[in-house]
């Protein structure tokens, strides 16, 4: 997947699953620093903010202790070639300028919000 990343950009896509539910694709550079559980109303239920590797299992967990929750948002960034391509590197930088994207998936309705 990160050798087709590398060779088209813009073109590959990674599906995102939990608990052997399709959530969204993401593409194989881009990595979860954060995820909130909302309730129908889109009021936080639950938040995390990953300092580290993102872990399936947790967000599994966070939901079955949140059965209520109506959507989850995941937070992501895009992680970068190093110069001559040779290793990909999580932009770990503290700053809240920098790129990211935030999705939205309905856990009712099984589908991303647009």
């Given at each position: 997947m990160l050798v087709e990343a590398y060779h088209h950009p813009e073109q590959a896509q990674m599906p995102f699953?939990?608990?052997n539910t399709h959530f969204i694709s993401l593409h194989p550079?881009?990595?979860v620093t954060a995820y909130r559980?909302?309730?129908a109303q889109r009021q936080p239920l639950a938040e995390?903010?990953?300092?580290?590797r993102f872990s399936h299992a947790d967000l599994s967990n966070?939901?079955?202790k949140y059965p209520q929750a109506a959507f989850l948002q995941l937070t992501t960034r895009r992680s970068a070639w190093s110069d001559g391509g040779?290793?990909?590197?999580?932009?770990?930088a503290p700053d809240a300028t920098?790129?990211?994207?935030t999705y939205l998936y309905d856990l009712r309705q099984h589908q991303p919000v647009r």
């Open positions: 699953y939990i608990d550079t881009e990595y559980l909302l309730d995390k903010w990953i300092k580290g966070t939901l079955a040779t290793a990909w590197v999580e932009n770990t920098l790129p990211q994207q």
